[in-house]
C-alpha cells in the first residue's frame, strides 16, 4: 500500500470520516456536515477513495447556484472494498488494511514509544484491533500457506497430531487439516474468540492460552509456528521454543517461519515496525535461533530459504528415545 493511500484513511478513520462514508453520509458535503471537517477535506477526501476503489459514485450531482454540477453533492456508497471498515463478525471479509491503519497510528506514535518503551495499547488504537489483526492474517496470500505447510510437513511427514502455536485465525490450520492432520490451535483468549467463529466447521481443535507460558501436553509429532517469533522478546523465544520441546514426541519437529535479520532484505526495517507495534519484539539472526533451538534441546537445526516465502524456515527435532 502507497503511504500516502495508508496516511489518508487513517486520517479519515480519525476525523470520523471514514465512518460516516462507511455508513450514512452519501455526499462530501454530509460528510462534511456529520464530522466538522471542511466541505474541501470531504470531497478531496472521498474523492480519493472513490479513486482508490472504497466507494463509487451514484446517481447524478446536484447543481449549484451557476448551473454547474455541485461535487460536494455527489452521491457515494461503498464498495467490497470498503467492507472490512464495517463488517467485523467474519475476519474474511476484513482484509488486511484496517490493521494497516492500526499500525499506521502506532508509527505515528512511534516517538513516544521510543521515549517510553511501552506502545500504545490495542484499543487506543482500535477498538476493533484484534478482528483488524485477524483480518489481516487471514488474508494471506494462499501459495505462502502451502509454501510454510509443505516446509513444515517436510520436517516430519509422519507427524499425526500438529500443534499450531498462535496460530492466528488458522489459515495455517486448515491447511494442515486439508492434508489429513489432526491440529491443535492455540492462541491467546481474544485471539480464540474469533477463531471460535472463524473455524466453527474446521475439526480444529482451539485452545486458549499464552504460547510463552504452557503449551498443550505431549503427543504432537509438529510444533507449527509461523510469523510470531518476531513479535516476541529473545526470552519469550527461549520460552516457547523450550514449551515446544515438551509439547513433542520423541522424533518430533519444531519448524517456525519468520524473517531472519542478514537473511531477508527487510528484516531490520521490519524489526523497527516491531519496536512500534510490540513491547518487545524484533527479528533475530540465524545465530540467535540456532541457540535458542539447541538451548531447547533440539537437534538437527537448519535455517533455509523457501520459494514462496517472504521469510525462513527455522527448524529442529526432539531427539528419539
Not at 458535503?29 to 474523492?47: C, K, L, M, S, Y
Not at 489483526?133 to 513444515?152: I, K, N, Y
Not at 537445526?301 to 524456515?313: A, I, K, M, N, S
Request: hydrophobic residues 40%; aromatic residues 6%; charged residues 30%.
Amino acid at each position: 500500500m502507497d503511504y500516502r493511500e495508508a496516511l489518508l484513511l487513517w486520517a479519515a478513520r480519525e476525523t470520523g470520516v471514514l465512518e460516516a462514508v462507511t455508513t450514512d453520509a452519501e455526499t462530501p458535503a454530509e460528510v462534511a456536515a456529520e464530522t466538522g471537517v471542511t466541505e474541501r477535506a470531504a470531497r478531496i477526501v472521498v474523492e480519493a477513495m472513490a479513486e482508490l476503489g472504497y466507494l463509487e459514485a451514484v446517481g447524478d450531482a446536484a447543481s449549484g447556484a451557476d448551473g454547474e454540477a455541485d461535487p460536494t453533492e455527489t452521491r457515494y456508497e461503498i464498495t467490497n472494498r470498503a467492507l472490512g471498515f464495517v463488517a467485523k463478525t467474519d475476519v474474511r471479509s476484513i482484509g488486511p488494511v484496517p490493521h494497516a491503519l492500526d499500525c499506521v497510528d502506532r508509527w505515528i506514535r512511534l516517538p513516544e514509544t521510543m521515549r517510553t518503551g511501552d506502545p500504545p495499547a490495542p484499543e487506543t488504537a482500535s477498538e476493533d484491533w484484534t478482528s483488524n489483526f485477524a483480518g489481516a492474517m487471514a488474508s494471506t496470500d494462499d501459495a505462502a500457506v502451502r509454501a510454510s505447510v509443505t516446509a513444515a510437513v517436510h520436517r516430519n511427514p509422519d507427524a499425526g497430531r500438529v500443534l499450531d502455536a498462535g496460530g492466528g485465525p488458522g489459515v495455517f490450520a486448515k491447511e494442515f487439516v486439508r492434508r489429513g492432520f489432526d491440529v491443535t490451535l492455540v492462541d491467546r483468549p481474544e485471539v480464540i474468540d474469533v477463531d471460535r467463529r472463524f473455524l466453527e466447521r474446521e475439526p480444529v481443535e482451539l485452545v486458549a492460552g499464552d504460547i510463552t507460558e504452557d503449551l498443550p501436553s505431549g503427543g504432537f509429532g509438529l510444533v507449527f509456528c509461523s510469523r510470531v517469533a518476531h513479535g516476541l522478546s529473545p526470552d519469550e523465544n527461549r520460552r516457547f521454543l523450550a514449551n515446544a520441546f515438551d509439547a513433542l514426541d520423541p522424533g518430533g519437529a519444531v519448524v517456525l517461519t519468520d524473517r531472519v535479520r542478514g537473511r531477508t532484505d527487510d528484516a531490520a526495517l521490519f524489526g523497527a515496525h516491531m519496536l512500534a507495534q510490540t513491547e518487545a519484539g524484533d527479528t533475530y539472526t540465524e545465530s540467535q535461533f540456532r541457540t535458542w533451538l539447541r538451548d531447547a534441546g533440539f537437534e538437527d537445526v537448519e535455517v533455509r530459504d523457501v520459494p514462496g516465502l517472504d521469510g525462513q524456515v527455522i527448524a529442529g527435532r526432539r531427539p528419539g528415545d
